[in-house]
């Protein structure tokens, strides 16, 4: 990559107050054709652990151990907290395991996730990144098993006292969920090699691989990678993530007509606001110059 391009991300990064990594290569591409900022570093991955976790449960499907029609009975006051999904839900709802994660993915339901992580468990998930050589990602649990921790870290009562904390600014809170070496983690490469082996049929069924594909085009958010591509022909297929001053997100983005572009950005923001649109946007601005990088033939 040449160092122009690297300033230029870095740049994006410091002026949105946050510390980022990157890594974009294109798809079935030379690993040595790629833009790097950081991308081997160890990075928290938050809900991007979603994204393995749909595999691993792809996985179970196509070994036959689950039938993805197969339904499941959902209480939503026995729910893991989160913002949006079943656990918004007043009244309890039945659904196929293969909704269940369509909606873990599409509006990173948190009670899904871990309704599916229940399912699969953590050795699968471990055992389908070691498949892909992937060793410096791992997944230690599910978001119930994060929201204990930080109530722990927090000194707080409830998952609600401990997010409070988590976003006071005049506060120096230190808390494992910043910190790679005690949660679930990855590298910026390990994650683009795993977008690159969905969307090469290299893991899993084609039938499996395309229903991911298909479901991560579908994802809601368009506030971070999605914001760098305002294009209606350009499909950007993501999964992000967020925990306080941690904003995530990895995806495929395909131009008509042109190899796809597999891209992850990882941030730490200097602040931890539920909400920094300013470091939405640059992680939208990082992806576009490592993709436009790509797609103009500069780096072969």
């Not at 395909?254 to 931890?272: C, D, H, K, N, Y």
């Amino acid at each position: 990559m040449t160092t122009d391009t690297e300033k230029r991300i870095r740049d994006v990064f410091a002026d949105a107050g946050c510390v980022g990594h990157l890594h974009a290569r294109r798809v079935g591409g030379r690993d040595d054709v790629e833009v790097s900022v950081g991308a081997d570093d160890l990075v928290v991955l938050a809900s991007v652990y979603k994204f393995p976790l749909m595999l691993a449960l792809c996985e179970a499907f196509d070994a036959g151990e689950t039938d993805p029609r197969d339904t499941v009975r959902i209480e939503p006051a026995y729910c893991t907290p989160g913002p949006t999904g079943v656990s918004l839900f007043r009244d309890a709802v039945t659904l196929s395991w293969r909704d269940l994660a369509t909606s873990m993915m599409t509006v990173s339901d948190n009670a899904a996730a871990d309704l599916v992580l229940g399912l699969v468990g953590v050795d699968r998930v471990e055992s389908l990144l070691a498949g892909l050589g992937l060793t410096k990602t791992r997944v230690v649990g599910g978001t119930a098993d994060v929201h204990r921790r930080l109530v722990i870290d927090a000194k707080a009562h409830t998952t609600a006292e401990a997010f409070a904390a988590l976003a006071n600014n005049d506060e120096a809170w230190t808390v494992s969920a910043y910190d790679p070496s005690y949660v679930s983690a990855t590298t910026p490469r390990e994650m683009t090699t795993l977008l690159d082996a969905v969307w090469t049929d290299r893991i899993l069924s084609p039938e499996r691989a395309a229903f991911v594909r298909e479901v991560m085009a579908a994802q809601v958010w368009s506030h971070r990678i999605r914001s760098g591509f305002p294009y209606t022909d350009v499909v950007v297929a993501g999964k992000t993530g967020t925990i306080g001053a941690i904003r995530n997100e990895v995806a495929v983005v395909s131009f008509p007509g042109e190899i796809p572009v597999v891209v992850s950005v990882f941030t730490r923001a200097a602040r931890a606001d539920p909400m920094l649109p300013v470091v939405d946007d640059a992680i939208g601005r990082a992806a576009r110059i490592a993709v436009t990088e790509l797609r103009t033939g500069r780096l072969n």
